[in-house]
C-alpha cells in the first residue's frame, strides 16, 4: 500500500472564525497545523505517496508541506476550481494515482482525528476482497450521521442518512471517513460534476451488487467540525489519548512551543498548547486549550476548553470558557465570554464590556 487521497478542499463554515484566514485543515492542533497529523500517521502506516484534493485557500498547502519530503512523502496537489463534493473531489485526482485497477487507494477526510489502525483496514479490505472499504465506528448518538449496518461477516447492508425516530437507528454504526477503494472503482466515478460518496457512490455500488466491506475500529475517533471539538482534539493530542508521531515534544499536561513566555506562576493544564511567541502572564490559568502563534493573556485570565486565534490578545483577569477567539482580536480585561461565544478576527471588545454575571 503505497496511495493516498487526502480531501482537503471543505471551506470549514462550522469551524469560522478560526477558518477566516487558514483551511480547516491547517489550523494548529497540538502545534502544528492539523493535516501534519494525518500525513504523519498515513507515512506511519506505510504510505508513501500522497495526493491532496484541495480547494479552499488552495494556496497555503504547498508552501508549507512542499513535496512532503520532510514528512518521508511524496505529495502532489490538484485544486478544484469549482466545488465537485467528496466522491467529484477523489474522481478528480485520479490521474496523479499510480496505482492499477486492481491495487487499493486510501481515502481520508480531512477533518476527522482518529486512532484508527490503518494497515488493519488495508488488510481486512484485500482478504475478504473487496471493492470499497469502510472504516465505522461506534457512537453513542448516532442522529448526526449516517448510518452504515453490516451482516454477521462485515459486509456492508444500506446506508442510512442521519435517521431521526428511534425505528429509523437500526445500529450504532457510523461512516468514519476513512476508505479504501480499489482504484477501478474511482475511475468509475463520473467526471465532470459534483458527485458525493456517502449519497450517491456507495449506495450505488450496493445496489449494483458491488462488495462493501466495514471494519468496525472504536478507537479513537473525533470529528473536528466544530470549534469546541477542534480544541478538544488539539488536548487530546498534548495528553496522548489521541495518536500521533507528529508532535512537537513530549506528551503531557501542556505543550508550549519555542519563543513562548509563560510566567512562573501561571499554571496550564489539560492538554494546554501555548503556540510559538505566545505570551502567557502571571496568574493565569489555561485549561484545555490552544492559545496559537504570537497571542498574549494577560494576568490572571482564566482561559478553559477554549481557542485564542494567532496574534490575539486577552486582557488581565478576563474569563474565556468555551470561547473562540479570531486571529489579531483584542478582548480587553474583566470581560466574560462563555458558552461557544464566538470573537471574529480583529474585533475589539472593550474592558467589561461582556458579562454571563452580575459580579465586577
Known amino acids: 500500500m503505497t496511495e493516498a487521497i487526502l480531501l482537503v478542499g471543505g471551506k470549514g463554515t462550522r469551524l469560522r472564525p478560526l477558518t477566516v484566514n487558514t483551511p480547516k485543515p491547517m489550523v494548529p492542533a497540538a502545534g502544528v ?3 501534519t497529523h494525518q500525513l504523519a500517521r498515513a507515512r506511519a502506516a506505510g504510505v508513501e505517496h500522497v495526493v491532496l484534493a484541495t480547494s479552499y485557500l488552495a494556496e497555503v ?11 518521508g512523502l511524496h505529495l502532489e496537489y490538484v485544486t478544484e476550481q469549482e466545488p465537485l463534493g467528496t466522491g467529484g473531489a477523489i474522481r478528480n485526482v485520479a490521474s496523479r494515482l499510480r496505482s492499477g485497477p486492481g491495487d487499493p487507494v486510501l481515502i481520508f477526510n480531512g477533518d476527522i482525528l482518529t486512532g484508527l489502525d490503518i494497515a488493519a483496514l488495508v488488510a481486512t479490505h484485500q482478504r475478504t476482497g473487496a471493492d470499497v472499504s469502510l472504516h465505522l465506528t461506534r457512537v453513542d448518538d448516532p442522529r448526526a450521521y449516517g448510518l452504515v449496518p453490516t451482516d454477521a461477516d462485515g459486509r456492508v447492508t444500506a446506508f442510512l442518512e442521519k435517521p431521526q425516530t428511534p425505528e429509523e437507528i437500526v445500529t450504532d454504526q457510523i461512516n468514519a471517513g476513512a476508505y479504501v477503494f480499489n482504484r477501478s472503482v474511482i475511475d468509475a466515478i463520473p467526471t465532470g460534476r459534483p458527485v458525493s460518496v456517502e449519497r450517491e ?30 480544541v478538544r482534539g488539539s488536548a487530546d ?30 499554571k496550564l493544564t489539560g492538554g494546554t498548547v501555548v503556540g510559538a511567541d505566545a505570551r502567557i502572564g502571571a496568574g493565569a490559568r489555561v485549561e484545555g486549550s490552544a492559545v496559537l502563534a504570537g497571542a498574549i493573556v494577560g494576568e490572571d485570565a482564566r482561559v478553559r476548553d477554549s481557542l485564542i486565534g ?14 473562540v477567539i479570531g486571529d489579531g482580536a483584542s478582548v480587553g480585561a474583566d470581560n466574560e465570554l ?6 471574529w478576527c480583529g474585533a475589539d471588545i472593550p474592558a467589561g464590556a461582556v458579562r454571563f454575571s452580575s459580579d465586577q
Request: no cysteine.
Open 33 to 35: 497545523p492539523f493535516l
Open 201 to 230: 457512490t456507495f449506495p450505488g455500488l450496493l445496489a449494483d451488487g458491488a462488495h462493501l466491506q466495514g471494519m468496525v475500529d472504536s478507537t479513537y475517533w473525533l470529528d473536528l467540525g466544530t470549534p469546541q471539538a477542534f
Open 237 to 266: 493530542l498534548v495528553l496522548g489519548r489521541a495518536p500521533s508521531p507528529a508532535v512537537p515534544g513530549r506528551r503531557g499536561d501542556r505543550l508550549v512551543l519555542d519563543g513562548a513566555r509563560v510566567a512562573a506562576d501561571a
Open 310 to 323: 494567532a496574534g490575539a490578545r486577552i486582557g488581565p483577569r478576563t474569563v474565556l470558557d468555551g470561547a
Open 338 to 343: 462563555r458558552a461557544g461565544l464566538r470573537v
Open 61 to 71: 498547502f504547498e508552501p508549507y508541506f512542499g513535496d512532503g519530503s520532510g514528512l
